[in-house]
């Protein structure tokens, strides 16, 4: 098994980080692979990178042939007047290769996530999850996230 890592990502992540968004079955719905990557992939990266408040995890696999993408998740620090002024931590975009799965990575990137989050002075930690995902609601709860709000999306597009 080769040596996984957890950095912020790079540029050169991002055709690996899509790859992942769209390998899962709501993500082949919504995510375009392909060479090249869609303009907006790009600019969403810049972004982000460029952003004091995101930071873009990836986990990698360092193997014979180079590295490989086989986890990502964004964390975002939100400023909030709620709680007397302290930020929030928002997590998304969160993957795990599939032969990764079970092995402790997905737990892995989430105390980071969780440490950064403290690190930057939040108050709690939140993400929303597609209700058509059992398997990853019970991670969650495992790591001690609890189902305790309603979350509401109105879609745009």
């Avoid at 209700?131 to 709860?141: C, Q, S």
Wanted: hydrophobic residues 40%.
């Amino acid at each position: 098994m080769s040596a996984i890592i957890l950095r912020t990502a790079r540029r050169s992540d991002l055709a690996g980080v899509v790859k992942l968004l769209a390998d899962d079955p709501l993500g082949q719905i919504r995510e375009q692979y392909a060479d090249p990557l869609p303009e907006g992939y790009g600019r969403a990266f810049d972004a982000i990178a460029d952003s004091p408040n995101d930071t873009l995890l990836v986990a990698v696999a360092r193997e014979r042939l180079g590295e490989r993408v086989v986890g990502v998740l964004q964390l975002t620090v939100i400023p909030s007047l709620t709680y007397q002024g302290r930020p929030r931590a928002q997590i998304e975009g969160v993957r795990v290769a599939t032969e990764q799965r079970n092995a402790g990575l997905g737990g892995r990137m989430f105390r980071w996530a969780i440490d950064r989050a403290k690190k930057r002075g939040c108050h709690l930690v939140q993400f929303t999850t597609d209700k058509r995902r059992p398997d990853a609601h019970r991670f969650y709860e495992k790591l001690g996230f609890a189902p305790s709000h309603e979350g509401m999306k109105l879609k745009l597009e």
